[in-house]
């Protein structure tokens, strides 16, 4: 094991003091996606009117994303003695996103085939009218080829990923930096140190703004509410319930299977990130909630530079909710345009959500892009036909993302334990809630007052890890490059 179980005697023993509820932040984003619900039903106008709100702090979080994942991948890789264990580490966590994608297409496409919901709406594919908004997805879906995506991850520029927030291509050039960083030896010593004060700094930023996601919260449901209605709700009821039973099924199944095959309990793990599923049920997106998850996982005891590069690459290829949606949609469409699938029909059309999900992966509009592009490549469904889902999408795109940060968080933890650096018995009393010792502090650049966001955290439940650098080759640098100066 590479990390020390901090987390036994008296320490283990007791509670973390308990913040009073009504000071939690959970609680207050909890209240204000309730006040948010209310004004956009009972004043569609007004909700409307809130969408300004929950833009502008969903975009003051995703201001913060990329700099915080270059930073983290950055730090981690250019701090570890061995860059081997790193792609080892990167085609582990590949491999278990393929098989969790699998699994959870299965999952949509079993589902769908046993309640066949599509049945009876005998919908025409040349009668349906599409308005401007899908008509650019649809357009955009049906020029995307299933290969883009890997052409797709080197950019253009160093600087266009971080102005576009392209999640995919700010992880290629971090690992590119990390890795000659990590070569560079003692001359990158001040870099890497300058890499690990502005993380610091990221992160303070962040404690600033999570102060606002009640607020956030609120405009971006209100608005939500106000402009789609709850009529698509009444109306599509049963696609819209048999898509969460069927996530739910699969949260509890297979990735409660994972956790249980670690000994650990999602429901704890569940608990442990309430804060941040609050924040993502609000803002109906996952980002927001990844720098949160990030620091917990670290203090929890998973080794940074295997958070940093597995939270961030899953964000992109770890699409459990997503690939659910996908195989549960794509079969809805056939059956609402009466276009038989056999099941070799099924089974290739899951082959090719395969790769034209990860095509579509931090674009705007993905899902539908990724649909439709599914749909053009097998040629068997209409196109048209994501029209009969595009008014309830929006009512899908909380599960999507919740179910995709719950696959985020257990990945993680099953690759470190894949790696052999997943100290269980640290883990569970953190996420049972118990205070635990600080992971050492083993950068000694790293100042309390510079790393420590519990002052504006605390109520949030987050917690500052000590657990920085590999002292074998971060120590030893800066020890080389003082001497050498």
């Known amino acids: 094991m590479d990390h020390i179980t901090t987390a036994g005697g008296a320490a283990a023993a007791k509670k973390a003091p308990k913040t009073r509820w009504y000071r939690q932040l959970y ?100 009668s349906i009218k599409t308005s401007d908004s899908a008509a650019k997805l649809i357009d955009a879906g049906q020029h995307q080829e299933w290969w883009q995506f890997l052409t797709h991850i080197i950019p253009n520029s160093i600087v266009g990923p971080f102005v576009e927030g392209d999640i995919l291509q700010i992880i290629f050039i971090a690992v590119v930096f990390g890795i000659a960083l990590n070569a560079m030896g003692k001359v990158g010593a001040p870099v890497l140190d300058g890499v690990q004060r502005l993380t610091a700094v990221m992160f303070k930023i962040l404690g600033f703004i999570m102060k606002a996601a009640p607020i956030g919260a609120f405009g971006a449901m209100a608005y939500a509410v106000g402009k789609f209605g709850v009529s698509s709700l009444t109306s599509m009821g049963g696609l819209i319930a048999l898509f969460y039973a069927t996530s739910i099924l699969f949260v509890i ?110 674009v705007a509009g993905g899902g539908f892009i990724a649909l439709t592009a599914t749909l053009t490549t097998i040629g068997t469904i209409p196109a048209a036909g994501i029209m009969l889902i595009f008014g309830i999408d929006k009512f899908m795109s909380e599960c999507r993302a919740l179910v995709n940060f719950t696959g985020n968080a257990v990945a993680t933890l099953f690759i470190a334990w894949w790696d052999r650096t997943l100290d269980a018995d640290r883990v569970r009393p953190v996420f049972a809630g118990e205070a635990v010792e600080p992971m050492p502090a083993e950068d000694p650049v790293q ?3 510079a790393t420590d966001i519990d002052g504006d955290l605390t109520e949030y439940g987050h917690h500052t890890p000590r657990h920085h650098a590999d002292p074998s080759t971060s120590q030893d640098r800066r020890r080389a490059y003082s001497e050498s100066v």
Do not use: C
């Open 27 to 126: 609680f207050w984003v909890l209240t204000a996606i309730v006040i948010g619900i209310l004004v956009g039903w009972l004043a569609p106008s007004a909700g409307i009117a809130m969408e300004p709100i929950g833009t502008t702090f969903v975009n003051s979080m995703k201001m913060l994303i990329g700099p915080i994942v270059f930073l983290t991948i950055v730090g981690g890789i250019a701090s570890v003695a061995d860059l081997k264990k790193v792609g080892m580490t990167g085609l582990k966590a590949l491999t278990y996103f393929q098989i969790g994608t699998i699994f959870a297409m299965i999952f949509g496409l079993v589902a769908i085939n046993i309640f066949r919901l599509g049945d009876g709406v005998n919908a025409d594919a040349g």
């Open 253 to 362: 199944v297979v990735l409660g299977s994972v956790m249980a095959f670690l000994k650990l309990n999602i429901f704890t793990m569940i608990r442990h990130l309430k804060e941040e599923y609050m924040l993502i049920l609000g803002t109906s997106t996952a980002e927001p909630a990844l720098p949160g998850l990030m620091r917990k996982l670290e203090h929890a005891g998973v080794k940074k530079e295997t958070v940093g590069l597995v939270v961030p690459t899953g964000y992109s290829f770890n699409l459990d909710g997503a690939a659910i949606y996908l195989s549960l949609a794509a079969l809805y469409i056939a059956q609402a345009t009466n276009t038989d699938l056999t099941i070799g029909q099924q089974l290739g059309l899951l082959a090719v959500m395969l790769l034209t999900s990860k095509g579509a992966a931090g």
């Open 447 to 449: 100042a309390d007052d």
